[in-house]
């Protein structure tokens, strides 16, 4: 059964660092996800993608966030500098109709 | 904006019936959705519901819409200690099909 892939699983950095995690959508799937999820909480869109195109991101702090789907298969979200707050797990999910099917996530703490 | 609210906890004896709640508040939601978050790991896909549909069934799980009161039900059949997760409910609108989650329920199996 196709997955979507995310890596890295687990990422430790101290504030001000850069990061970058990395996502591979179900093969076929147009639509691509980003969302943020605070221990305790669902999970919050940071932007959406289809194909290569941004179709929302008006939830993504872009002083800080930057995302990016160059050829419109996989995708990559970055934070120049991360700070305290942004520890949470980062999910990135994918579409082709209703069914929006999650990666195991990216688990980040910035120290 | 969509708002969807869901109760906190629920502990269920192994073997019973659980029942998860979640209301949501946009009328224009066109499906809605049951998944399922283990401790560390991504969300599961469990099932989804068209909004002009009543009930969905699929094996143990029971998906109730009343979409008058804005009211989505999930029933876990025969509960079994593996079934111990956060469950959401989340709620699509709009072409873009972005999903609002509420905060989770925790389902506790008791042997």
């Known amino acids: 059964e196709a997955e979507v892939a995310q890596s890295p699983r687990y990422k430790i950095t101290e504030k001000s660092q850069a990061v970058a995690f990395w996502c591979d959508p179900i093969?076929?799937?147009?639509?691509l996800y980003w969302y943020r999820q605070i221990l305790g909480q669902g999970p919050e869109l940071l932007v959406q993608f289809q194909d290569e195109s941004v179709v929302d991101d008006s939830q993504l702090p872009k002083d800080r966030f930057s995302a990016e789907r160059l050829k419109g298969v996989d995708s990559t979200l970055k934070i120049q500098p991360a700070e305290l707050g942004d520890s949470a797990m980062y999910l990135c999910a994918s579409s082709k109709a209703a069914e929006q099917y999650f990666g195991p996530g990216t688990r980040l703490t910035v120290t | 904006g969509e708002d969807v609210e869901q109760s906190l906890f629920l502990s269920v004896r192994e073997g019973d019936s659980s029942v998860i709640n979640c209301t949501y508040t946009?009328?224009?939601?066109?499906?809605l959705y049951w998944y399922k978050q283990e401790p560390g790991a991504g969300l599961q896909l469990l099932t989804y519901i068209f909004s002009n549909m009543d009930m969905k069934q699929d094996q143990r799980l029971t998906v109730l819409l009343n979409k008058k009161d804005k009211h989505l039900s999930l029933r876990i059949a025969d509960t079994q200690t593996g079934d111990s997760a956060i469950y959401f409910c989340a709620a699509s609108s709009g072409s873009a099909r972005q999903l609002t989650f509420g905060s989770g329920t925790q389902l506790t199996v008791l042997p």
């Open positions: 946009d009328s224009s939601s066109t499906y």
């Open positions: 093969s076929g799937h147009a639509t």
